[in-house]
């Protein structure tokens, strides 16, 4: 062929191999186009074009997946396999381009011309020429194991330069892509300049791990040579009548520590195993691991917690404004404390909104109870071993958060706060829920045994508290054993007093200013209340203060007036936060036909719902958007088969729901929402479009809708309440059955709103919409039978009538 004819050949890619002209190798086949391409060139007795693939993970390369450069070779030999596959025997023989390739249903060709050697003549050739066989003669003796014998030979006595390169190539170990380059290369003293390279570079590599090998060997005699001499000064030390300090400090401390009875011979037969053991030994620094953890538990240490009733309840009022319940419970469990030894109650567990204090509280118990403060965060806890620790088998084994937090209280009667204890997840390693079980259990933690340990501690005087946002990720079994406290959110009134006493003064301290330099007036603090947070807690509250504080205090500086005294008003405040985040008032300016407010209740506290219903002519289909759960999709459904039950009696026909499609929608749609608590105020508002009637903006409701139109009771009665007051509503509807719940509502709330209980939907309909003067909402109509009287009659049938 000559260098300047292009010519199509079949193509077979090759995985991780480099062929080079001149060498014969054997490749076995599996994939269908490289068996057809074979074939093809065995039948036609033609060359084949192999190229190597630039990755050799692709199954089914293309040719954008494949080099430019390969080589023509024979197929000496065929042999087709048990399994399928095919065995070749392929030689190379000269070194080709591709053009292009081209791309056929049975395999891929390409066409293809020959790359010739060039500079074949160059001056540095020979010298390129001698240097190789040195350096190929220095590899080959350092690496005699990877090359073979006869390759060292026929090198030995190959005169060609192109050859031997070529040879050399092919088995010395190189990288595929360095392989490739030195096939692509096609000037002769080029080739063979790269081929010395790489050698030098394998002998040096080759000489470093030889380095190597000898350092880690004499490391290994120096350290079987340290611990001969070790062994031969502690048998000195033991004919003198002398104990290593190691040991002896370690005793001496184990003597001090008041232990169990248990637990010390437990530390005995370890100490007796450690002394047996070799100080080198992986296993003797797991022993001792294990010594100093019992060493640095307290056993029988406990705070001499003195308790008085009214420094308690003082230390509480003074961290914690309101949350009057909660404080209640704490002081009855401390009163009850006073009077016996040793309390096995139930264990607490705040529950409540982000923001409320839950943690901050469980701080000022401690205080209250003159006792040591440790806190577990258990959010996205997912393993078993966290909370009981790895067994001593396992490398890097240590205890479970129980007992490192029992480290840190350095006594065994602390004050053990379980936060966010909803936020645990499961996975394959275990539910960490279920050992909690243990743990909080009063008839069981006596005796926790913690993996690790393979003790039993005692648990029964610490005192814990739990904290959780909602009960919903909190398994039932863990529930039965905490006696649960609900903690709502803040009223207006309550968030002003705590900016007042504890927020500002905080914030001021914390940004370099003395207690009068800036005055916020109720009027501001209102202003953010309303405006710029919306939340249960005052977490927002508080960081909005600080951003005052800041852009306060940069106002200073730039003035250069470092004493100048803050009065900050209501109207002061969008001119440091900017815009108001949020709307205060009603949700609507009038009365709307077909929208509806409701009451929901969320994680971080209650919030307004919005829903609106929108008629269309259609064929009775009902649409429902605004990313409702399944449980809320139902209750429409509910609601609207509750309508349909009634429309004769308001006036609607009989089949009104065959002629129209309703479209149920409540807004923010890329918020979820779920909960049965929304079906009469979704009732409501199928009833205000079909009838064109307007509901009562400043009129909210909440209620589970049966078929029968009973109006169900709900959860988080208070958190709805307190959302109605922030949002300016003054009337509210919630269910008849919720009227035990309405005492634990604050009294400011309950006092400023018109609640109204209903027990039936007929109410909440003739409470929300607004009928012309005069009218009545439901009319005095006999029902009719739902079958006719011919369907009901039907006649006996045969068999029966015998």
Known sequence: MSEFNVVRYPVMPL???????????????????????????????????????????????????????GVLATVIQLLRLPDGTMKALVEGKRRATVACY??????????????????????????????????????????HKKIPAEIIKVAAVMENPARL??????????????????????????????????????IEIDELEKSIEVKVKKRMADNQRNYYLGEKVKEIQQEMGQGTDDFSELQEALDKKDLPESVREKVAKEMNKL???????????????????????????KSEAKIDIEEAERILDQDHYGLKKTKERILEYLAVQAQVDKIRG???????????????????????????????????VRDEAEIRGHRRTYIGAMPGKIIHAMQRAEVINPVFCLDEVDKMSVDFRGDPSSALLE?????????????????????????????????????????DRMEIIRLSGY????????????????????????????????????EIVRRYTREAGVRDLERTIASICRKVARDRLQQKEPDKKYQLSGAAVSGYLGVPKHRYGLAEKQDEIGLVTGLAWTEVGGELLQIETALMPGTGKLTITGKLGEVMQESAQAALAYVRSRAIRLGLDSGFYQKLDIHVHVPEGAIPKDGPSAGITIATSIVSALLKLPVDRQ???????????????????????????????????????????????????????????????????????????????????PLEPVFPATVLSVPASPARQN
């Open 699 to 781: 009129l909210a409701m909440t209620g589970e809708i049966t078929l029968r139109g009973r109006v169900l009771p709900i959860g988080g009665l208070t958190e709805k309440l307190l959302a109605a007051r922030r949002g300016n509503i003054t009337r509210v509807i919630v269910p008849k059955e919720n009227e035990r719940d309405l005492e634990d509502v604050p009294e400011k709330v309950r006092s400023s709103l018109d609640i109204t209980l209903a027990d039936h939907v007929d109410e909440v309909l003739s409470r929300a919409l607004l009928l012309p003067e005069g009218e009545e909402l439901f009319r005095d109509v």
């Open 439 to 479: 743990v909080l259990d009063p008839e069981q933690n006596s005796a926790f045994n913690d993996h690790y340990l393979d003790l039993d501690y005692d648990l029964s005087e610490v005192f814990f508290i739990a904290t959780a946002n909602n009960l919903h990720g909190i398994p039932l079994p863990l529930q």
């Open 165 to 202: 390169v070529d040879l050399i190539c092919a088995h010395v170990q190189l990288r595929s892509e360095e392989k490739q380059e030195l096939l692509e290369t096609a000037a002769l003293p080029d080739r063979l300049r790269r081929a010395v390279e790489l050698l030098y570079r394998e």
């Open 15 to 69: 995985r991780d191999i480099v062929l080079f002209p001149g060498m014969i190798a054997p490749l076995v086949v599996g994939r269908k186009n490289s068996v057809r391409a074979l074939e093809h060139a065995m039948e036609q007795r033609s060359l084949i074009f192999l190229v190597t693939q630039k990755s050799a993970g692709v199954d089914d390369p293309v040719a954008s997946d494949l080099y430019g450069c």
């Open 491 to 526: 009223t207006e009134e309550e968030k002003l007093k705590i900016a007042d006493q504890y927020l500002v003064p905080k914030q001021l301290e914390r940004n370099g200013f003395a207690g009068d330099d800036i005055f916020f007036s109720e009027e501001a603090v209102l």
């Open 102 to 143: 081209v791309e056929f249903s049975d395999f891929l060709r390409a066409d293809v011309k020959e790359l010739p050697d060039t500079d074949s003549e160059s001056l540095d050739l020979p010298a390129y020429n001698r240097e190789l066989r040195r350096i190929f003669d220095q590899y080959a003796k350092i690496s």
């Open 346 to 380: 139930p264990i607490i567990c705040l529950v409540g909104p982000p923001g409320v204090g839950k943690t901050s509280i469980c701080k000022s118990i401690a205080r209250a109870m003159n006792r040591q403060f440790v806190r577990l965060s258990l959010g996205g």
């Open 275 to 301: 002394r047996a053991m070799s100080p080198m030994s992986a296993e003797s620094t797991v022993v001792r691991n294990y010594l100093d953890i019992i060493l640095s538990l307290p056993w029988q240490e």
